[in-house]
């Protein structure tokens, strides 16, 4: 029964310092894993995921007539016209058109001189 009690008034001065009531130091200690967990996902999340979506913009901003594409639908194409947010490309030997939004285009299969130069 003094166990009991025991731990259960050691629970209480544990609450107590919790609350603010404990040291500056026990707070630093739990603060460190939540730091640690943030520049953790900043360097295997959202580092990445910028400089994927960099390059994605960069490849879109980049497209020319004659280029070959393929969609995120897999149709492979090559670029008639470029315009603001659509691109019309031409598919196979029948030479059908289609228009495609740029936001789903997925890879430009055409290199290009200045991607050249930067490898």
Do not use: C, W
Not at 28 to 39: D, E, F, R, S
Request: proline residues 3%.
């Amino acid at each position: 029964m003094t166990e009991l009690l025991t731990l259960m008034s050691s629970g209480q001065t544990a609450t107590g310092a919790a609350n603010g009531q404990g040291n500056p130091m026990s707070m630093l200690v739990m603060l460190i894993p939540l730091v640690l967990m943030i520049v953790i996902f900043y360097f295997l999340i959202i580092r990445p995921e910028k400089k994927r979506s960099k390059k994605m913009k960069e490849m879109l901003d980049n497209l020319e007539v004659a280029d070959e594409i393929v969609t995120a639908g897999g149709i492979i194409g090559r670029v008639l016209s470029v315009k603001e947010d659509t691109v019309l490309i031409e598919t196979g030997s029948d030479r059908t058109k289609i228009r495609v939004l740029k936001s789903s285009i997925a890879e430009n299969r055409t290199v290009h001189d200045t991607q050249e130069e930067s490898k």
